[in-house]
């Protein structure tokens, strides 16, 4: 089994696959301007096993794209809808951030928690404005740094891992930048990563290895999951997911 397929079946199971919870996609919703609004079309960009693409369906008068690099995801989101009642307001999509099949103009909103980074989210902000349609509201969570200094090693970690890190005062510049109007920010509290991610998450490592047989590929993959938790609970002052809200400017 390769990386990849490790960390989906690591994964899949659980709740989420990153930082976020029900609680804060509604918040993110109450600022969107988007709720009490029917027949809207909307894309979840990167949605995952559907962790907001449910409580989207849920809370709106929508359709929604759910769109995944990964089937496996795909259909665990396919699963969950129906126990929620909502399969079908929700349309699957295996498809890459590289090549999306969307018309211009296609979307009422583009929703993306924790996944724009897999572009970089300037890339993102500004290859995702084309498919919505004027007005339109893009609503996108994002690693944020929250104070001006970091630890050493903690600015190493994401110096490395994703060099577009940055406070949400650049965040917004970029949007600003690139033809939208912000209408909303928030950082996901602590909770969001220890009892909605990481602990969860965490709890899974034991039958994960056993069911690998306790591999090389498998302790390596709960190597660094460690190692990531352990960085977030030594800093997390330092740093979080900003949630962004914004609306594509009509000129």
């Known amino acids: ?3 990849a397929q490790l960390l989906i079946e690591l994964h899949k199971p659980n709740r989420r696959l990153g930082p976020g919870s029900e609680t804060m996609t509604r918040q993110a919703l109450a600022l969107s301007g988007l709720l009490g609004r029917p027949g809207l079309e909307v894309a979840d960009l990167g949605c995952g096993t559907g962790a907001s693409a449910v409580v989207l369906a849920e809370q709106l008068d929508v359709r929604i794209t759910a769109v995944d690099l990964f089937p496996e995801f795909l259909d665990e989101l396919q699963r969950r809808a129906e126990g929620r009642g909502v399969a079908t307001r929700i349309t699957t999509l295996a498809a890459s951030f590289d090549a999306l099949p969307f ?3 296609s979307f009422d909103a583009i929703w993306s928690e924790g996944a ?3 572009l970089g989210f300037e890339a993102g902000v500004k290859g995702w404005r084309s498919f919505l349609k004027p007005g339109g509201i893009l ?3 994002e690693i944020t740094w929250l104070t001006a ?5 903690l600015q190493a970690h994401w110096d490395r891992e994703y060099p ?4 949400a005062s650049g965040k917004l510049a970029v949007l600003e930048r690139h033809g939208f109007t912000p209408v909303g920010y928030f950082p996901l509290p602590a909770s969001c990563w ?3 991610y990481y602990r969860p998450l965490r709890a899974r ?3 994960f290895l056993e069911q690998n047989a306790h591999s090389a590929a498998a302790r390596a993959c709960v190597a660094a999951e460690e190692r990531e938790i352990a960085l977030y609970e030594r800093h997390s002052a330092h740093v979080s997911y900003g949630f962004y809200i914004a609306r594509k400017s009509l000129e």
């Open 1 to 3: 089994m390769d990386d």
């Open 103 to 105: 018309e211009p103009e």
């Open 116 to 118: 724009i980074y897999n």
């Open 139 to 141: 609503a996108v969570s």
């Open 149 to 153: 200094e970091r630890p050493t090693e």
């Open 164 to 167: 577009e890190i940055d406070r």
């Open 194 to 196: 220890l009892e909605d």
């Open 205 to 207: 490592f034991p039958l």
